[in-house]
């Protein structure tokens, strides 16, 4: 089974398998902060491709922080069926605290800028890899709000069951994963270089990726 060096040799061998797409105007890199950053940014210097991330952050059950019952982002939010007994005031509010959140990370990392429109695009949705890919599916939903044509993923790693899960979300028309492990226990045992991606880097990439992009962003 296969070991990636880092991300960044993740991102490179990922935009091979995605070579069909280089230079199509009709196409968007979304990933998800912070890990998924430096994958996707090298997918979309070696496509020519724009980037962007979806911001977006769980809502926990008000017992367990840690139990998803929703997803936010700036403009849209889900709810799963763990959220129909959970009171519509504690999701009001923890709604609007999501998004104050969000709204900071935005200004963060993107300034004045404006999101890049989603609508009749093919996404590629890129992250480092996933475990349960819970995280990945809530993005995807909120990601199909915007209409896109269709939907791409691209993963490094993730074990069978998270594949089959993902595969099953109905805008999803493909999933690319280089190594579906048997014996999968956390994303990080396939990188020998793992280490956690910070604002900074995140920023630097997003600037970068706009700087190269062929178009103005």
């Known amino acids: 089974m296969k070991m990636f060096a880092n991300r960044k040799e993740a991102g490179k061998l990922l935009a091979e398998e995605l070579s069909e797409f280089k230079n199509n105007i009709n196409v968007v890199i ?3 902060p912070k890990g998924g950053v430096p994958v996707a940014y090298e997918i979309a ?11 977006s952050k769980k809502i926990g059950h008000p017992t367990n922080k840690e139990y ?3 997803a936010v982002t700036l403009d849209n939010e889900i709810l799963t ?5 959970v009171s519509q005031q504690y ?3 923890e709604i609007e605290h999501i998004r104050d959140v969000l709204k900071a990370l935005h200004k963060r990392y993107h300034g004045n800028m404006t999101p890049l429109e989603l609508k009749n695009k093919i996404v590629i949705l ?10 990945l599916i809530s993005s995807i939903a909120l990601i199909a ?14 074990p069978q069951s998270a594949i089959d899960k993902i595969k099953n979300q ?3 028309d493909t999933v690319i994963c280089l190594e579906i492990p048997q014996n999968f226990r956390a994303v990080g045992q396939f990188y020998q270089d793992f280490k956690p991606v910070d604002d900074i880097i995140v920023m630097d990439l997003l600037k970068k990726a706009c700087d190269n992009y062929l178009q103005n962003c």
């Open 126 to 135: 890129v992250d480092d890899g996933v475990a349960t890919g819970n995280t």
């Open 145 to 158: 709000q915007q209409e896109p044509l269709k939907i791409i993923v691209g993963l490094p790693v993730a």
């Open 45 to 55: 210097q070696k496509l020519n491709l724009p980037l962007e991330v979806v911001l």
């Open 68 to 70: 998803a019952i929703g």
């Open 30 to 32: 979304v990933t998800i």
């Open 91 to 93: 999701i009001n509010k």
């Open 170 to 172: 109905a805008l999803v």
């Open 81 to 85: 069926e763990a959220a129909e007994n």
